[in-house]
RNA sequence: GGGCGGGUAGCUCAGUUGGGAGAGCACCGGCCUUACAAGCCGGGGGUCACAGGUUCAAGCCCUGUUCCGCCUACCA
């Protein structure tokens, strides 16, 4: 062991060091066969497409703190880890591969594409692992699923199967999604809508038997061409006197018939809506009600069919501007004014979305949803921040039934067959040889499931189910769910229901919910302003650790994370301080190699009181932790490491290090110092597990990874690890005095290696003996070349006042009368201002009737402390205008 | 249309049962003080969006206004 740090932290060689040691020593493993404590986190599957962004890095991290956390609290942890095939974007990555190639899938056939596709995934599908292990992540990669495995594909058709068997699958035709580019169907939730600026078209329909007709608008007017009827609200008073019953549709020729509906909105437009019940939701819905037929005149490739007569094969928007010059010429297009609405974009790839008419498959979702609530509303699962869970219960009271089928071929493929001679349609877990007919004529259905539909079930398929293995007995529900809110409804709705209708148990007990760093789509970071900070850079400039802190410390944060690289070199500065602590420490761990065995429990007050801090830093992380306040944890640490660790105790045990002799005082503190760092380092270490692990290896005494050690006791009798009131008074009362000096140092411009004498005038008995007894730390800390504890004030110093003392610093001849004139004048005025607001509280009858004795006992100390510094500041300014009269 | 969140120091944001307004960065001044200049010491800076209300007491609770953002939706 070499225990001689170098004089920077270089993170680079030492990640990717520990990284492989915690690897090959298995350290991130979980047991089989779990045990008492248990602590369980499915890793949300990154897109096997995927490189690592910001939210996968907040994400990873947050679960990445809990799981050490866990560990060292000595939980069995199992942190599964896996990716997601990603049906349509890698799909079509491998597409854009075929392109490149001058072919396409339907030239390569449907196997030897899904063969390209698992090379594909061979060669590049673990990319984002990797990337993952550069987080430090220490998932059990042994575990390591992916939603295409066979293991889960199992998962996948057994849930199929059953929720088919058991009526919640159905098979129908039904207006869905449709995107023309990536050419399948999509759910409601994959839909994007984007605010368009488009045109509100009004057609004149006119009546078949009589002069006049009705007016339509319609934003989409290519869909004339599959009208079946129009339809006029019952209740418009507009058309009580209508007796036409049909329209001539314009172009088609076609006769189709008025139907009254309520759907109609009486307020909008002409009160007459075009039905066309092949592209539009609602239309669909008014035609199932009034038996309307469906033309359907945009086909899968999003050109026109047959159906459209004389506009077969146009592209649907060519065909619009075809039909609006074409309605123009008859003189049937009445109005063309700008109308803005929501149009549907493909997720994927962003192409307008059709609503087509198809038959698909889908998950009938009420009764599920119906326990995904019951779960939440009863806390057995806990959604956190609970401000979620009001949009958690938004989206499944008015959820929809889900299209799970899809037209592409890369996925879990529908275990439907149908019988091609009889018809009959066969949903099984082993695949059929025969139609019950006695046919062996059958055939697949094509179509693939939506990813979504896998990942639902990722909790238990990562688990081994549908066989009851240990690790689903050990292991489910897991512990928690770390995520963010975007997937809220595509994943953990969809977990939850899954979770409660196979395992009949919850998939987890508590639900985080962290804010997102928006990625090239959102608004805040952009590829176009190009603003995008890629994680991978900032762990090459920063350092894992530096990077991590940063986001653990962002993770309070609201609905969008703005991560500046200034913030994170911030962070890479405390990584920098902890590491050069440490070589402090380390150096005078050396120069006393037998401390830790010769010492007593320290009576200095430096250490009692670090060690007291260090007592409350242990139970507030704790704390933090178990509430998922990372970033109130990562704060608590921050301070303590750089502002109390290394600003005060750091220098105030130097002079017991460095004097000469009093080997026994030195050899306590030098144990003290050891201890903490020791304690500060495990706690640290969820968050910043590399820097942490390196200094750790340098510490005498360490055995094995700090992996393996246990969350620090929060009180230890033996070194005197535990609360101590008495020393925090003290020292408080050391550093107030020592900042006094520093002050006047500061304003005076006096510079620290200008010797300074100092005289302290205690005006209470504990400060006279507190004093007396730290005079030597006080003026070791003040830089000061003499300090008389009791003493008068004297002619020619600069006075300041701290609760239970004043102190003079020693100027004559150096005091610049007219700049400590004013130093006290300013002192005086900051004490006078919150005066006044105590004394207007301390008047008020109704304060001191109602207010509770606790706080107006409180707000009487602070009137009665403040209002004795000032009478001190205000004598001192008198005497020093004395002096400053009589020379002047 | 419905819902949600936000407006706090120049910037990015904390502030969890209402009880003397915070951090980081930036800025100003002084320092190579034997762990650290990736540092040390000191300092300035806020009518907590606006207007009311509840309360002894409001950044925090209630009402309204306004600006920004997000989610969601079947007004063509």
């Known amino acids: 062991m070499d225990s001689k740090l170098d004089k920077g932290y270089e993170p680079h060689d030492v990640e990717a060091h520990w990284y492989a040691f915690w690897e090959s020593e298995g350290l991130f493993a979980a047991k089989e066969e779990g045990g008492d404590d248990t602590y369980s986190i499915v890793i949300p599957p990154p897109n096997v497409t995927g490189v690592l962004h910001m939210g996968h890095a907040l994400n990873v991290t947050l679960q990445d703190i809990l799981c050490r956390y866990r560990r060292s609290k000595g939980d069995n942890v199992l942190w599964m880890p896996g990716t997601d095939h990603a049906g349509i974007a890698t799909q079509n990555v491998v597409e854009r591969q075929l392109a490149s190639e001058g072919t396409d899938r339907h030239q390569v056939g449907r196997e030897a594409f899904i063969e390209r596709v698992w090379e594909w995934r061979k060669q590049y599908g673990g990319a984002i692992i990797n990337q993952l292990k550069r987080l430090g992540a220490s998932c059990d990669w042994d575990r390591e699923r992916f939603t295409m495995d066979e293991g ?11 929720l088919y068997d058991q009526g919640l699958i159905y098979r129908g035709d039904y207006i869905i999604n449709w995107c023309p580019r990536c050419h399948t169907a999509l759910a409601d939730l994959e839909v994007e809508h984007e605010q368009t600026d488009g045109k509100l078209y009004q057609i004149l329909y006119p009546f078949v038997d009589q002069e006049g007709g009705l007016i339509v608008a319609t934003t989409r007017p290519e869909t004339m061409l599959g009208d079946t009827a129009v339809a006029i609200n019952p209740k418009d008073e507009r058309y009580e006197d209508l007796t036409a019953e049909k329209v001539m549709l314009p172009i088609m020729n076609r006769e189709i018939p008025i139907v009254k509906d309520s759907y109609v909105d009486l307020k909008f437009g002409t009160g007459a809506l075009k039905v066309t019940p092949a592209h539009d939701v609602n239309d669909f819905e008014i035609g199932l009600r009034h038996d309307l037929p469906r033309v359907k005149v945009i086909g899968e490739d999003g050109c026109m069919t047959a159906e459209a007569g004389e506009f077969e094969g146009m592209d649907r928007f060519e065909c619009r501007k075809a039909i609006v010059a074409k309605l123009d010429e008859m003189g049937l297009l009445k109005k063309v004014e700008p109308h803005d609405h929501g149009v549907g974009q493909c997720y994927r790839c962003k192409t307008t979305v059709e609503p087509n008419l198809s038959k698909q498959w889908f998950v009938k979702a009420g009764p599920l949803a119906e326990k995904a609530i019951k779960a939440v509303e009863s806390k057995k699962t806990r959604i956190v921040p609970e401000v979620w869970e009001k949009t958690y219960f938004e989206w499944l009271y008015n959820i929809r039934d889900w299209c799970i089928s899809r037209q592409i071929w890369w996925g879990h ?21 025969k139609c019950p007919c006695g046919s062996a004529n059958l055939q697949q259905e094509s179509d693939v499931l939506d990813t979504w539909f896998s990942s639902a079930l990722w909790p238990f398929s990562t688990m081994g189910w549908p066989d009851q293995t240990e690790l689903l007995k050990a292991y489910y529900p897991t512990s928690v769910l770390i995520t963010g809110f975007d997937i809220l409804f595509f994943w953990v709705a969809r977990m939850m229901m899954m979770g409660l209708q196979f395992m009949d148990e919850v998939p987890f007990k508590d639900v985080y919910i962290h804010a997102l760093v928006r990625d090239e789509n959102g608004e805040k970071m952009s590829k176009s302003k190009g603003n995008v900070i890629d994680p991978l850079e900032v762990i090459e400039s920063q350092g894992t650790d530096a990077f991590r802190f940063t986001l653990a410390s962002f993770a309070a944060m609201g609905r969008d994370i703005k991560l500046s690289v200034k913030r994170i070199e911030g962070y890479r500065h405390f990584i920098n301080k902890i590491w050069n602590a440490a070589r402090f420490t380390l150096t005078n761990v050396e120069n006393n190699p037998d401390a830790a065995a010769k010492a007593s429990k320290s009576t200095a007050i430096p250490d009692r009181w670090i060690l007291s801090r260090l007592n409350q830093v242990i139970l507030q992380v704790e704390a933090d932790l178990e509430a998922y306040q990372f970033s109130s944890a990562a704060n608590i640490l921050y301070k303590f490491m750089w502002h109390e660790f290394c600003d005060w105790y750091l220098e105030a045990i130097k002079p017991i290090l460095y004097r000469e002799g009093a080997e026994e005082e030195r050899n306590a503190t030098v144990a003290t110092l050891q201890r903490v760092l020791n304690d500060a380092l495990v706690l640290l270490h969820p968050f910043i597990p590399f820097v942490t692990e ?13 992996m393996k050690a246990p969350y620090p006791a929060a009180v230890d009798e033996a070194v005197g690890l535990g609360p101590d009131k008495d020393a925090e008074k003290e020292m408080e009362l050391v550093m107030a005095a020592v900042t006094a000096v520093r002050n006047i140092r500061g304003e005076m411009n ?33 830089r000061l070349s003499s300090l008389e504890v009791g003493g008068k004030r004297p002619k020619g110093a600069a006075t300041a006042v ?28 900051k004490l006078t201002k919150e005066l006044v607001k105590l004394d207007k509280k301390l008047n008020n009858e109704d304060f001191l009737a109602k207010a509770p004795d606790n706080v107006v006992e409180k707000v009487r100390g602070q009137q009665a402390e403040m209002t004795e510094k000032r009478e001190h500041l205000e004598s001192n300014l008198e005497k020093v205008r004395e002096i400053h009269g009589d020379q002047g």
Not at 152 to 162: C, E, T
Not at 413 to 433: N, S
Not at 809 to 829: F, H, P, Q, Y
Request: charged fraction near 30%; aromatic fraction near 4%.
């Open 152 to 162: 889960l594909s199992r998962a996948v058709r057994k849930v199929f199967v059953d």
């Open 413 to 433: 493929r529908i275990p439907a067959w149908t019988c091609q001679d009889c018809g009959e349609v066969m949903v099984r877990l082993e695949d059929p040889e």
């Open 694 to 706: 390196e200094i750790w290896h340098h510490m005498p005494g360490a055995e094995g990874s700090i």
């Open 750 to 782: 006096i510079p620290p290696n200008q010797a300074l004498a100092a005289i302290i005038e205690p005006t209470d008995d504990f400060a006279k003996e507190a004093l007396a007894r730290e005079s030597g730390l006080v003026s070791n800390l003040a």
């Open 802 to 829: 701290v609760d239970g003392a004043s102190v003079y610093v020693l100027l004559e001849g150096v005091i610049d009368l007219d700049k400590e004139e004013a130093r006290l004048e300013k002192e005086i005025a």
